[in-house]
C-alpha cells in the first residue's frame, strides 16, 4: 500500500476554490496537479474543497470516490487550507449567536464606534449592525490615578490633587508597571443572573470586553470563568484575544471571535465529517498574518485574510528567475479574482497592519497589508448618467457573469470574453446544468451590444460617432484597470517608494489577462506570472510557515534603562511562542523567531511595529521607519513602547530552487489557435494561441499573444514579450509606446470621462497622503482634520478628495479670491509667479472657514500659464487669541479668535518666507493691551512644520498634474476638466428638474424652509426652480442679522453647506466638483449672519450655523428629516494639556430608510478618542458613552438617537462647550415628530445638578463630572399608530410619492461588500471619517 504521499493545498475563495497537490514522481522529485471548481454550486456538491479533494483523488489513483461515501485519506499527508467561511459569515452574518459582556455605561460603544459615516455624501447612514445580540453591562471600574509626579495629565501638584480627592478602593499594579484603583468589583451574583438570561436565550458564545482589562484583566478572568461554569461553550476574552490598548477594536476583536470560532469549528467538523480517518494527516489552516495554524489553534478573528494571505506568500516565495536581485528585489502583488482584486507589497519582509475592518467590523490582529478594491472578473458593468463604471457590485460565482450561463450580469469577464482574450474552448468546461458546457462567448456578446447601444443613444445627442460593441468592452476594461491602478500608486508612493521600481507580481484568475495594460499604465517595465498563477493563493498556502505568535501591553520609554527589562520579557515571549510549535512537532533549533516593538513617539498616536535585527537598536530601526514613511523625525521626543510582540516560525517546506534557461529552447511550438483579439493598442488584430505546456524554457513569445494552462489565461499586450524561465514561469517586459498625442480627442468621451475622473480624484487623494505622512500635528497626521483638491485655472473645483465636508464649497472661494487678488486686487502690481505659494485663513474676505483652518495654494504653471491651481486646507492647533487651541466659545470678535491672514506669499522665488508668516502668526499678542488675555500663537514650530507638510503636498500635486498633461497634453487635460465639471452640473439640473416634477411646482416655482439657531435668529431660505433649463436660485433673504457672538458664518460656509446638500441629493455617482453648483445662483444679503462684518467672530459659524444652513437646504427640497444639527464641540484642559473632541448624535430619517443613532452627520465627519487612550492621557474618568434612547423622533421611518457622554475629573480644569439644538428641537418631516434637543449639565460632586446651557465656559473640580446628552435626528412620516397634529393629507400623498419615487434611487445596495483592510484602506476610510 502506497505511503501517505499526497499534500494538498486549498484556497477557497469567493468564486472559485483551487487545488493544488503535491505527490512524488517515483524519480525523486514531485509531481503537481491542480484543480480549480466553483465555490458555490449547491446543486452539485456541498463543500468546494473536499469536492476538490475527492476528485483529484479519483485522477490520481483511479478509483471512484463517490460523493455520498466518506473519503479514504490513507494517501493523504497533510491538507492545508485557506478559507472564506470567517469572511463571508462577517459579510453575511451568519456567523453564531452570541452575546457581550462590558463595562456598565459601555453598552452601545460598539455600535457607536468612532463616531464617523462610511460614505459622506449618504442621508441614508448605512453601517453594519453589531455581531452580539444582546448586552450585559458589568458594574465594575478601575480607575487611573494620577502619578506622584508633575506631568501633563497629574498636572503640577498631583500630589495634592490627590489627597484632596482621594480615589477609594484596592490599589493594584499592571505588568507595564501601571497603577490602577478598583473601585467597583464585579458583582458575580447579579452577573450570573443577567448570563443566565442569556442562556435562556439559546445563546452560548461570549465575548467579554471590560474597559483597561488588557492592562488588568483579572475582572474579565472572573467573567470569563464564571460563564463557563455555567455552560457558555465559547467565551473570548478581549484581554486574551489581543492584549493592546484601545477598547473599541479590543472588543470589536472580541466580538468577531466569539461570532466566528464557533462557525469555524463547526466547518471544520463538518469538513472532517466528510472523511474515513483525519487521525494521521496534517490538517492546518492559513491565517491573516501569512502564517498556519493547527485546528486547535485556529479562532475566527485571525481568519478573515486566509485565502489572500495565501496568495501574498505565494508570490513573495517564487517570484524569482535565474539572475534576479534578490536584494533590490521589489514586487507588487497583484490578485485579480472573480469579485474584487488584492495589491499588496514585499521588499524581502511581510509587511503587516495590525487593525483593519471588514464588513463594519474592526478586527486588531496581525495581518498582512492587502488592499482590497471592488474589481474583479466578476465586476458588473454599467453606463450611468454618461460615464462607464465597473462595480463595486459583483456579479459573484452566483448567478456570475453573464457567459456563466446562470442568468447572471454583464461583468468584466464577458469583456474579456467579447474582446477575444478569453477563448472559451480552452477555458474550463464547467457550466450549465450538466457542469459540462463552456462559457457562453454569444450571450456576452448580446448583453455588451444591450450596454452599447444606451452608449450610442446617449452619444446621438453630442454629436459622438457610435461605438462598436468592442469598443464598448475596451472601454469597461480600461475603466476598470485604472481603478486597479490607484490603489497601488497608493500603497507606494504614500510610504515613500517608487511604484515604476517594482516587478508586478501577477496571479488570480483573471490577472493574467489585465497585468500588461496595468504595468504599462504604472511604468512598470518587468511582470513575472508563475506558471500556477491561477492558483497562486493555494501554491502559497502550500509554502507558508506555520506560526505562532505571543504579544503583551507595555507603557514606558525605550531607553538604555528600560531595555534590560524589555529584553526579559521579549525571551518570555519567545520560549511561550516557541513551546506552540515545539508541541506541533518541530524542533527548537528549527525554529526562527521575530522580535518587534511597537513604538510611537510621546505624543503621538500613530505607533510603528518595529522589528530589530539582532544586535540591533530598536530606537535606530524606529526612527528609519519613521523617516522613511512620514519624511521626518522628531527631535527631543521620547519613544514610548506600547507592546512586546514575538513571531516563531516553523519552516515545514522547502522553497523551490531557481535554475537558468537554455540559451537556445529550440523552435516556438506552433500556435493551437488563430483568433481576433481586440487591444487597445491597434485594435482587432490576429491574434496566436498557445498551449503553456507546449512552451520549454527559454522560449520568447512576441506580443499580442494569448498563452493559455489549464486554469489561467495570460494576454501578452502588443510590444510586450513574454520569456518562459527554467521554472516554466512567465517573465513579461512591457514597453510603453509613443502615443501620438495628434490622436488624442478633447470631446466628451464616456470611457475617458471615467478614467480622468478616476485621474484627477488620484490627484486630490494623493496630495492628501503626502500632507498626512509630512505633517506633525495631531490634527493634521491623525485625525486627518484637512482637504486637499484640484483647481481650475480660473480656481473652480475640480476634485476633492472626500475629506471635510465644511470645505468643499470653501477651498473654491479661497482660490478665486487669491487669483482676484493678484489679477484685480491689492496684488495685481506683483502678480503670482512660478515658484510662489500663497496662504490665506481669513473666513469672511478670503474664502475661509475659520481661522484654525489655513489654505495654502499653488499655482500650476505650463509654458508660462497658469493652468491649474492645487489647495490644502488643514486645521492648526493654534494660531492664537484669547483660548489655547483658537476656538473660543464666547468670543465676540474676529481678533479673539487669533491670526487673520488675507494673502500672503508662504513660498515666494521658491523661498520660504518663514520670517514674514512668524510675525502674521505672532500679531495677535500686539492686541494684548486691548484684548485681555491674547496671544499670538502657541505652536509656531508646529504651524511652521504644518505649513511646510501642505507646501510638499501641493507640490505633489503639481507633479501629478505635469505628468498628466505630459501624458494627454494641456488641452486634453483641460477639456476633460471641463467634461467633468459638465456631467456634475447635468446631474444637478436633472435632480433640480425631478424635484419640480414630484412636488407638482409650476414650470417656475418656489418653496421655502427657515429654520432658527438656539438665539432666535432665523435662517430663511427660498429657492426657485426654473424646469426649463434646470436652475435654481437660492434665496436667504429674510434670514437675521450678524450676531454679538460666534455662530455667524462667512459665506464661503454657506456655499460648502449648499454643495454638499446637493451631491448628497443626487441619486447616482458623481465627481463633487463646481459643477454641481454651475446651476445655482446663491443670493445672501449683507451683514446678515451669513454673510458677517469683516472683524466679526465666526469660529461657531463654522461648526454650528454650517449644520442649520444643511438643515434648512434639505428641508426645502423635503430630503431627509433634520439630523442633531450640532457638532457639540467640548473641550477642557489647562497651561500643560488642551483636549477637544466633536460628539455625535441622531441622523435624520428619510424617505425609505431609518436615521442611524449615535453618527456624525452632515458637515463633519471625526472621530472621537477611545476610552482607553482618553483616560490613560488625560485626568479624567469616562463613565458612560452610550445611545440616549428615546431621543430620535418618531415616524413612519424613526429619527436616530443621541448619545449620552459623562466624563468625570481627577483634577481641577477648565471646560468648555459650543453647541446648538439646545432649544430648537430638529425637525421631522411630513408628519415626522422632532426629535429631543440637546443637553448640557454639570455634575457637582455634592450632588448638585446644574444646566450649563450651549455656550459656556467653567471651571470644574476634581469629582465634578459633565454629561453632554447630543440631540437625535427628526422621523420621516407620521407614526404608524396616531397621526401628528400637523400631518394633513397633502403630506400624506408627499410622503408616499417621495417613498416610492426616490428610496429607491437613494438606497445604494452593493451586492458584494469589499474588505476595508490594509494602509490603503484604512487611510482611505480615515480620511472619508476625518
Known amino acids: 500500500m502506497p505511503d501517505r504521499d499526497l499534500r494538498f493545498s486549498i484556497d477557497r475563495g469567493g468564486t472559485f476554490t483551487d487545488v493544488f497537490v503535491e505527490a512524488p514522481d517515483g524519480k525523486g522529485g514531485s509531481k503537481q496537479t491542480a484543480l480549480k471548481l466553483l465555490s458555490v454550486d449547491p446543486d452539485n456538491y456541498p463543500d468546494a474543497p473536499r469536492e476538490g479533494i475527492r476528485r483529484i483523488l479519483e485522477q490520481l489513483t483511479g478509483k471512484k470516490h463517490p460523493r455520498n461515501e466518506k473519503l479514504d485519506t490513507s494517501r493523504i499527508s497533510s491538507i492545508r487550507m485557506g478559507t472564506t467561511v470567517a469572511t463571508n459569515a462577517l459579510l453575511e452574518r451568519k456567523g453564531e449567536r452570541s452575546a457581550l459582556v462590558t463595562t456598565k455605561g459601555f453598552k452601545d460603544l460598539l455600535y457607536i464606534g468612532n463616531q464617523a459615516r462610511p460614505r459622506i455624501f449618504d442621508l441614508e447612514i448605512k453601517l453594519q449592525d453589531v455581531l452580539y445580540e444582546t448586552v450585559v453591562e458589568v458594574d465594575e471600574q478601575i480607575v487611573l490615578p494620577l502619578g506622584d509626579e508633575p506631568s501633563k495629565r497629574s498636572g503640577k501638584n498631583p500630589k495634592q490633587d490627590s489627597q484632596d480627592y482621594p480615589i477609594k478602593g484596592k490599589r493594584i499594579t499592571s505588568q507595564t508597571g501601571e497603577v490602577g484603583i478598583v473601585r467597583h468589583s464585579p458583582d458575580m451574583d447579579s452577573l450570573r443572573k443577567a448570563l443566565q438570561g442569556v442562556l435562556d436565550k439559546g445563546i452560548t458564545s461570549l465575548a467579554v470586553c471590560l474597559k483597561h482589562s488588557f492592562l488588568f484583566p483579572e475582572h474579565e478572568q472572573q467573567v470569563g470563568c464564571l460563564a463557563s461554569t455555567m455552560g457558555f461553550t465559547q467565551v473570548s476574552l478581549s484581554s486574551h484575544v489581543m492584549p493592546m490598548v484601545k477598547m473599541v477594536p479590543r472588543g470589536y476583536t472580541a466580538a468577531a471571535d466569539a461570532y466566528l470560532t464557533p462557525h469555524i469549528m463547526r466547518y471544520i467538523e463538518t469538513f472532517q465529517s466528510g472523511f474515513s480517518d483525519l487521525k494521521e494527516v496534517q490538517l492546518s489552516f492559513m491565517q491573516s498574518d501569512g502564517g498556519l495554524a493547527p485546528t486547535n489553534r485556529f479562532s475566527g478573528h485571525r481568519a478573515v485574510l486566509s485565502g489572500p494571505a495565501g496568495g501574498y506568500v505565494g508570490y513573495a516565495l517564487t517570484t524569482k528567475w535565474h539572475g534576479y536581485n534578490a536584494d533590490k528585489l521589489q514586487l507588487i502583488g497583484f490578485d485579480m479574482g472573480g469579485t474584487s482584486t488584492d495589491v499588496s507589497r514585499y521588499a524581502g519582509n511581510y509587511e503587516h497592519v495590525f487593525e483593519s475592518s471588514l464588513a463594519g467590523v474592526t478586527i486588531q490582529a496581525p495581518q498582512l497589508d492587502i488592499n482590497t478594491v471592488a474589481a474583479g472578473g466578476g465586476s458588473r458593468l454599467f453606463f450611468r448618467a454618461g460615464i462607464f463604471q465597473v462595480g463595486p457590485e459583483s456579479a459573484g460565482a452566483h448567478p456570475g457573469p453573464v457567459c456563466y450561463r446562470k442568468q447572471g450580469y454583464p461583468a468584466i469577464t464577458d469583456a474579456n470574453l467579447v474582446l477575444g482574450r478569453i477563448l472559451p474552448e480552452f477555458f474550463p468546461s464547467i457550466f450549465g446544468e450538466d457542469e459540462k458546457q463552456p462559457l457562453d462567448a454569444a450571450a456576452s456578446k448580446e448583453a455588451l451590444k444591450k450596454i452599447t447601444d444606451q452608449v450610442n443613444e446617449q452619444g446621438k445627442a453630442s454629436g459622438q460617432p457610435d461605438k462598436s460593441v468592442e469598443e464598448v468592452a475596451m472601454g469597461f476594461i480600461k475603466v476598470a484597470n485604472e481603478t486597479m491602478c490607484r490603489p497601488i500608486r497608493a500603497l507606494t508612493q504614500m510610504k515613500g517608494y517608487d511604484v515604476a521600481a517594482h516587478t508586478l507580481a501577477c496571479f488570480g484568475g483573471a490577472g493574467g489577462q489585465h497585468a500588461c495594460a496595468i504595468a504599462r499604465a504604472l511604468g512598470m517595465r518587468t511582470i513575472f506570472i508563475h506558471r500556477y498563477s491561477g492558483i497562486l493563493s493555494a501554491v502559497g498556502i502550500g509554502l507558508a510557515d506555520v506560526v505562532a505568535e505571543e504579544q503583551a501591553p507595555a507603557a514606558e520609554a525605550l531607553d538604555d534603562a528600560s531595555l534590560e527589562g524589555l529584553n526579559k520579557r521579549l525571551n518570555a515571549l519567545e520560549s511561550a511562542a516557541k513551546e506552540k510549535l515545539v508541541e506541533q512537532g518541530f524542533n527548537k533549533d528549527e525554529l526562527n523567531t521575530e522580535r518587534f516593538l511597537n513604538l510611537r513617539y510621546d505624543g503621538t498616536d500613530v505607533p510603528v511595529m518595529?522589528?530589530?535585527?539582532?544586535?540591533?537598536?530598536?530606537?535606530?530601526?524606529?526612527?528609519?521607519?519613521?523617516?522613511?514613511?512620514?519624511?521626518?523625525?522628531?527631535?527631543?521626543?521620547?519613544?514610548?513602547?506600547?507592546?512586546?510582540?514575538?513571531?516563531?516560525?516553523?519552516?515545514?517546506?522547502?522553497?523551490?530552487?531557481?535554475?537558468?534557461?537554455?540559451?537556445?529552447?529550440?523552435?516556438?511550438?506552433?500556435?493551437?489557435?488563430?483568433?481576433?483579439?481586440?487591444?487597445?493598442?491597434?485594435?482587432?488584430?490576429?491574434?496566436?494561441?498557445?498551449?503553456?505546456?507546449?512552451f520549454k524554457p527559454g522560449h520568447r513569445i512576441a506580443g499580442p499573444a494569448i498563452l493559455i494552462d489549464e486554469i489561467s489565461t495570460i494576454v501578452v499586450e502588443p510590444q510586450c514579450t513574454a520569456e518562459v524561465t527554467a521554472n516554466m514561469d512567465i517573465k513579461l517586459d512591457v514597453q510603453r509606446p509613443a502615443t501620438s498625442k495628434e490622436d488624442l480627442l478633447t470631446e466628451c468621451d464616456p470611457v475617458q470621462l471615467a478614467i480622468f475622473s478616476h485621474r484627477f480624484m488620484g490627484i486630490a487623494e494623493q496630495m492628501g497622503r503626502t500632507l498626512q505622512r509630512t505633517s506633525i500635528s495631531v490634527n493634521i497626521k491623525e485625525r486627518l482634520d484637512f482637504s486637499c483638491a484640484l483647481f481650475g485655472p480660473d480656481g473652480a473645483l475640480v476634485a476633492n478628495a472626500p475629506h471635510l465636508p465644511v470645505h468643499l464649497g470653501a477651498m473654491s472661494e479661497a482660490n478665486r479670491f487669491q487669483l482676484w487678488y493678484y489679477t484685480e486686487g491689492p496684488g495685481k502690481k506683483e502678480g503670482i509667479q512660478e515658484g510662489d505659494v500663497l496662504v490665506s485663513n481669513h473666513p469672511q474676505q478670503a474664502g475661509g472657514s475659520h481661522l484654525p483652518d489655513i489654505t495654502v495654494i499653488t499655482p500650476v504653471f505650463n509654458q508660462g500659464k497658469i493652468v491649474f491651481f492645487v489647495a490644502s486646507r488643514g486645521h492648526h492647533q493654534d494660531v492664537g487669541g484669547i483660548t489655547p487651541g483658537s476656538m473660543p466659545p464666547m468670543s465676540h470678535t474676529l481678533a479673539e479668535e487669533g491670526a487673520a491672514i488675507l494673502s500672503f506669499k508662504l513660498v515666494k522665488g521658491g523661498k520660504f518666507q518663514e520670517e514674514g508668516i512668524t510675525q502674521l502668526l505672532m500679531a495677535p499678542a500686539d492686541l494684548k493691551n486691548e484684548i485681555p488675555g491674547i496671544s499670538g500663537t502657541r505652536a509656531l514650530n508646529d504651524n511652521l512644520s504644518d505649513m511646510k507638510a501642505q507646501v510638499a503636498s501641493n507640490f505633489k500635486g503639481i507633479g501629478l498634474v505635469t505628468a498628466l498633461i505630459q501624458e494627454y497634453t494641456l488641452e486634453v487635460v483641460q477639456a476633460y476638466m471641463h467634461h467633468i465639471q459638465a456631467n456634475a452640473e447635468q446631474a444637478v439640473r436633472e435632480l433640480l428638474r425631478d424635484f419640480s416634477k414630484s412636488q407638482n411646482l409650476r414650470e417656475v416655482d418656489t418653496v421655502s424652509a427657515e429654520e432658527h439657531m438656539d438665539d432666535g435668529t432665523p435662517i430663511h431660505l427660498a429657492v426657485t426652480i426654473d424646469r426649463r433649463d434646470g436652475s435654481a436660485l437660492l434665496d436667504f433673504e429674510g434670514t437675521g442679522p450678524e450676531v454679538f457672538g460666534n455662530t455667524n458664518a462667512p459665506p464661503a460656509v454657506t456655499y460648502s453647506a449648499i454643495i454638499y446638500s446637493l451631491r448628497c441629493m443626487v441619486p447616482q455617482e458623481i465627481p463633487l466638483n463646481q459643477g454641481c453648483l454651475a446651476p445655482i445662483t446663491v443670493r445672501i444679503p449683507p451683514q446678515c449672519l451669513l454673510s458677517p462684518f469683516t472683524e466679526a467672530a465666526v469660529v461657531g459659524g463654522n461648526v454650528l450655523t454650517s449644520q442649520r444652513v444643511t438643515d434648512v437646504v434639505l428641508k426645502c427640497f423635503k430630503a431627509a428629516a433634520a439630523s442633531q444639527g450640532c457638532m457639540n464641540n467640548f473641550t477642557f484642559g489647562d497651561d500643560n494639556i488642551t483636549y477637544y473632541e466633536t460628539i455625535a448624535g441622531g441622523a435624520g430619517a428619510g424617505p425609505g430608510w431609518q436615521g442611524r443613532s449615535g453618527v456624525h452627520t452632515h458637515m463633519t465627519n471625526t472621530r472621537i478618542t477611545d476610552p482607553e487612550i482618553l483616560e490613560r492621557r488625560y485626568p479624567v474618568v469616562l463613565h458612560d458613552f452610550s445611545l440616549r434612547q428615546g431621543s430620535g423622533g418618531a415616524g413612519k421611518f424613526k429619527g436616530g438617537d443621541g448619545v449620552i457622554r459623562e466624563m468625570e475629573y481627577l483634577r481641577p480644569l477648565t471646560c468648555s462647550i459650543l453647541s446648538e439644538r439646545r432649544t430648537f428641537r430638529p425637525y421631522g418631516l411630513l408628519g415626522g415628530h422632532p426629535a429631543l434637543p440637546g443637553l448640557n449639565l454639570l455634575l457637582h460632586s455634592d450632588g448638585r445638578k446644574v444646566n450649563m446651557g450651549g455656550k459656556t465656559t467653567v471651571q470644574v473640580k476634581a469629582g465634578d463630572r459633565i454629561q453632554i446628552c447630543t440631540p437625535g435626528g427628526g422621523g420621516f412620516g407620521a407614526p404608524e399608530e396616531g397621526a401628528a397634529a400637523d400631518y394633513i393629507e397633502g403630506d400624506k400623498k408627499g410622503l408616499e410619492r417621495a417613498v416610492a419615487d426616490r428610496a429607491a434611487r437613494w438606497v445604494k445596495e452593493h451586492s458584494a461588500p469589499v474588505a476595508t483592510g490594509g494602509s490603503v484602506a484604512r487611510y482611505t476610510s480615515a480620511s472619508e471619517q476625518a
Open 610 to 694: 518595529t522589528l530589530c535585527t539582532e544586535g540591533g537598536d530598536y530606537a535606530q530601526a524606529f526612527e528609519e521607519t519613521y523617516k522613511r514613511e512620514f519624511g521626518f523625525v522628531l527631535e527631543q521626543r521620547s519613544i514610548i513602547v506600547d507592546d512586546l510582540r514575538v513571531r516563531a516560525t516553523g519552516k515545514a517546506v522547502p522553497l523551490p530552487e531557481v535554475g537558468e534557461a537554455p540559451k537556445d529552447p529550440g523552435q516556438l511550438p506552433k500556435p493551437d489557435k488563430h483568433t481576433k483579439a481586440y487591444f487597445e493598442i491597434g485594435g482587432l488584430q490576429d491574434t496566436p494561441a498557445y498551449l503553456l505546456k507546449n
